[in-house]
T-cell receptor, first 117, second 114 residues
Framework: EAGVVQSPRYKIIEKKQPVAFWCNPI?????LYWYRQNLGQGPELLIR????????DSQLPKDRFSAERLKGVDSTLKIQPAELGDSAVYLC???????????????FGPGTRLTVL | SQQGEEDPQALSIQEGENATMNCSYK?????LQWYRQNSGRGLVHLIL?????REKHSGRLRVTLDTSKKSSSLLITASRAADTASYFC??????????????FGQGTILTVHP
């Protein structure tokens, strides 16, 4: 079974430019997450989707970041305009959340490494 | 913001030795999970321990949880060069309305020398 797919794997842009990341979760997974991982740190949740609904976007900097998950499958995370401090690895994860389950394992993609110059 | 602190930040050992990493957190949790991250395989889930459990084993991994001290430890026995990676603890916050909101620590970089 294919894992979580992300593209591109690497992106280098000038500051103030827009950038977009794409994620294809594991087939059948209803929950999708975007994390940002700064160098030397653990991942931090940006947004979580249950199907096509964003149920937790409290950590998403909404002035420049946006995300969508059309049809509850693929997702796109966009930054416009990018700033130097946005340089990080952007990770996508997915899980199959079952009603009443006490734990739903998250499966992570390889990430997109963004460098803003 | 990061939920927890991990200790040590870096650990260097010889193959065959045991490696112990510690994690402290701040809030009540549903469960605590450990992940491994290396450049080859990305972030991979290793083991989960629930808030009502004190110890759990999986192969060469042993995890303990002390909710009174808000701390956990991960022990890797008989380490191998392939265990070289960054290890993160992640807590599933108990105050949320649903499970799955993981908060990661800063990680421990483990280097196992052949």
């Amino acid at each position: 079974e294919a894992g979580v797919v992300q593209s591109p794997r690497y992106k280098i842009i000038e500051k103030k430019q827009p950038v977009a990341f794409w994620c294809n979760p594991i087939s059948g997974h209803n929950t999708l997450y975007w994390y940002r991982q700064n160098l030397g740190q653990g991942p931090e949740l940006l947004i979580r989707y249950e199907n096509e609904e964003a149920v937790d976007d409290s950590q998403l900097p909404k002035d420049r970041f946006s995300a969508e998950r059309l049809k509850g499958v693929d997702s796109t995370l966009k930054i416009q305009p990018a700033e130097l401090g946005d340089s990080a690895v952007y990770l996508c994860a997915s899980s199959l959340d079952r009603q009443g389950a006490v734990y739903n394992e998250q499966f992570f993609g390889p990430g997109t490494r963004l460098t803003v110059l | 913001s990061q939920q927890g602190e991990e200790d040590p930040q870096a650990l260097s050992i010889q193959e065959g030795e045991n490696a112990t990493m510690n994690c402290s957190y701040k809030t009540s949790i549903n469960n605590l999970q450990w992940y491994r991250q290396n450049s080859g395989r990305g972030l991979v889930h290793l083991i989960l321990i629930r808030s009502n459990e004190r110890e759990k084993h999986s192969g060469r991994l042993r995890v303990t949880l002390d909710t009174s001290k808000k701390s956990s430890s991960l022990l890797i026995t008989a380490s191998r060069a392939a265990d070289t990676a960054s290890y993160f603890c992640a807590t599933d916050y108990a105050g949320g309305t649903s499970y799955g909101k993981l908060t990661f620590g800063q990680g421990t970089i483990l280097t196992v020398h052949p």
